[in-house]
């Protein structure tokens, strides 16, 4: 399940539809949307390099985009390309977009679900591990001591492994080893994100927006607006009631993200 291009539905005879990973690597997250995309449409999942903890991590987007780049045209060789992401995936999508449009290549949808360019509060500094592990610990409910995060991360991370398995569908399967490589992708993306720059985008964007918005978003000004100086084209915005993280984990939101791209296919 960790190699670098999960295919969610090989057959078809549309062009594909190629989502980019989020934050933590893996691909499935968009399974549940595979069936509201229309059944002519194949659909693949670009998952990060390392989730089996082996090989280097990608040091800058630019280095990411040249792999993915050579994935993608190994199924597709040329465009027009539909490209798509949530979270870190509609950035590294976004990069992969303006990279093929440079190359002459057409871009038939971009499209990123609450994903967003750094904000006017942006933070920039490389990121501290035991933090990053902290917010995301958090995020996913589960309890733990900070002291003891810094002192012993990967017994904490192994209880963070139980505790997945007693309820998280998505992640149960994850071996002790595989939550440590998840982690070094996940901090490694962070950095990427920190300091990536968009470039300009000369075509269309598909916008899915996550209206609940944390108080750290808030803070940030995260904001569709801020796609507006990097488009040439038009931006079409889809509006859900949702927190980010429950974009991808909730059937009824996801539904509704699939009919909204299936529409535009």
């Known amino acids: ?19 980019l990973h ?9 399974a549940g949307l595979v069936r509201h995309l229309g059944p002519d449409v194949p659909v693949y999942g670009i998952q990060a390099s390392g989730l089996d903890g082996s090989g280097a991590l990608p040091a800058s ?11 993608i045209r190994s199924v597709q060789p040329h465009g027009p390309y539909r490209l798509a992401g949530w979270s870190f995936g509609g950035l590294a999508a976004h990069a992969l977009a303006t990279r093929l449009r440079a190359e002459g290549e057409r871009i038939g949808l971009l499209a990123l679900l609450d994903a967003y360019p750094p904000g006017e ?27 003891e995060l810094v002192a012993d991360q990967e017994a904490v991370l192994l209880r963070f492994r139980e505790f ?24 490694n993306n962070v950095r990427l994100m920190r300091r990536f720059r968009p470039d300009f985008f000369d075509g269309d964007l598909l916008f899915v927006s996550a209206e609940k918005k944390s108080e750290a978003d808030r803070s940030s000004r995260l904001n569709v607006h801020l796609w507006q100086p990097l488009t040439g084209g038009s931006i079409e915005v889809c509006a859900i009631e949702s927190t980010h993280g429950n974009l991808m984990t909730d059937a009824r939101h996801m539904a509704r993200i699939g009919r909204f791209l299936a529409e535009r296919l």
Request: aromatic share 10%; glycine share 8%; with cysteine.
């Open 1 to 19: 399940a960790t190699r670098g291009l999960l295919p969610l539905r090989a057959r078809g005879t549309e062009a594909p539809v190629f989502f």
């Open 121 to 147: 509060n942006a933070v920039t500094a490389d990121p501290v591990e035991h933090e990053v592990v902290a917010h995301n610990l958090q995020a996913m409910g589960f309890t733990f001591d900070r002291e």
């Open 61 to 71: 987007m630019d280095e990411m985009t040249e792999d993915y780049l050579a994935r």
């Open 22 to 30: 989020p934050g933590g690597g893996f691909g499935w997250c968009y």
């Open 164 to 187: 997945l398995q007693s309820g998280n569908q998505n992640l149960r399967h994850l071996e002790a080893q595989d939550i440590l490589a998840l982690k070094d992708v996940y901090v």
